[in-house]
């Protein structure tokens, strides 16, 4: 099968979730048997082309112009990514379905499955609706809007949780039949060969002080700052305590203000970004790997913890809640409460019986649950659902064709017919008055 991957982010670019989702999605795809292409945006001194390990990787740029927002940013790179795979096309590419991940490439979804009649299918990672607790200005009201039409133009749509597939299905009444949970993966050989590096471990804590590792964007839905808030109490009960906060974002200079008003400055460390082999160097390092979301999808960051073999508390909302059970595989606390996330995390730090069983169960959970031949698989069985559905619709299509054809011959027949009875008929009374006119002259 030939499948044609739409993205706005492929590693190095790594934006979000969205970028180790199709990267380890294809290379998997490719063990396979399938052949894979991927178009992407082009950030960076990166080729233009890249064959990333059997992955065919297209990158466009954007437009010189400056748009005037991030809309019409996007809207500009959907137009690169369809003339890129036009290209393709014209070259002889014959690609067997299309598969688009979020609202950002679906314009180039929806032109390309409509003007070389392929089948479409979606991954919707996130909603704005979820993001931000609903719709509160006319540019979220856009991307609703946008995955509202990109869901309903694809013939199979794809979620990661079984939170996602109900949110999809309130949010764009989808039927429930067309959304299928299929839950992102790890790489479950990520950590293999990696030690803890205690050198490393000193440029961010003591000896003597226990990690607690946030690791992810630094955004409002992530919730660290109600991990900053249950930390005053973490550190009553446990004072050789350190957080570590890894990543970036908008709310980073919020985040370090609130660290310095509670007077926590020496015990809240932000490292800001970290690349794949610094991550896997810290998850090793950490004590405890905690993730506040109060909106997620899914929630890989957990898994990645999970499989370090780290202990791992999450908030019981989204994906997280169906990721982790409590007390067998990893913690909860309640979404945006800081006190119930202080117990959580302070239940860990003193009970090292308890850490070292849900490490256990949660390294050959996300082995056994969340490893990407399955996950390949399970998209595989969608592609061909959307194949089969594609031919099915072009067969009724062609049927109904078929069908106005010969209604339309029918009825042009049927006017043939009906215009020579009536000719035949004016005739007729025309011969007839002839007739009796010539017979009245006679006599």
Known sequence: MKILMLTWEYPPRIVGGIARVVHDLSKRMIKDG???????????????????????????????????????????????????????????????????HDWLVAYAAKTLK?????????????TEAGRN??????????????????????????????????????LFG??????????????????????????????YAADNEKIILFMGRLVYEKGVQHLISAMPKILENYHDAKLVIAGKGGMIDELKSQVEAMGLSEKVYFTGYLNAKQVAKMYKCADISVFPSTYEPFGIVAL????????TVVSDVGGLNEIVEH??????????????????????????QLCDKISKKAKAKVKNEYNWAKI?????????????????????????????????????????????????????ISF????????????
């Open 34 to 100: 399938h052949e894979v292409h991927v178009i992407t945006y082009k950030e960076g001194d990166v080729p233009y082309y890249e064959n990333d390990k059997g992955v065919h990787v297209h990158r466009v740029d954007n437009y010189m112009i400056n748009p005037n927002n991030f809309i019409d940013w996007i809207m500009q790179l959907n137009f690169n990514m369809i003339t890129k795979a036009n290209e393709l096309i014209a070259k002889g590419e014959k690609f067997d379905v299309i598969h688009a």
């Open 114 to 126: 409509n003007s070389y009649n392929l089948p479409l299918v979606s991954t919707i990672h996130a």
């Open 133 to 170: 607790s609903g719709i509160h200005d006319e540019v979220q009201r856009y991307i609703n809007d946008t995955e509202w039409m990109l869901t309903y133009e694809s013939s199979e749509v794809i979620v990661n949780s079984k939170y996602m597939k109900n949110e999809l299905q309130r």
């Open 174 to 203: 989808l039927p429930y039949e067309k959304i299928n949970v299929i839950a992102n993966g790890v790489n479950t050989t990520t950590y293999s060969g990696v030690e803890k590096d205690y050198d490393f471990r000193r440029q």
């Open 304 to 311: 990645e913890a999970m499989l370090a073999g780290i202990p």
């Open 327 to 352: 007390g067998v595989d990893g913690m909860k606390s309640y979404a945006g409460n800081a006190n119930s996330l202080a117990d959580s995390i302070l239940t860990l730090l003193f009970d090292h």
């Open 376 to 428: 390949a698989q399970d998209s595989h069985f969608v592609y061909q659902k959307a194949i089969c559905q594609t031919m099915a619709e072009r067969q009724a299509n062609q049927i109904a064709q078929e069908k106005a054809r010969k209604e339309k011959k029918i009825k042009n027949a049927e006017t043939e017919v009906t215009n020579l009875i009536s000719f035949n008929k004016k005739a007729y």
């Open 432 to 443: 007839n008055k002839a007739l009796v006119l010539s017979r009245s002259i006679i006599y």
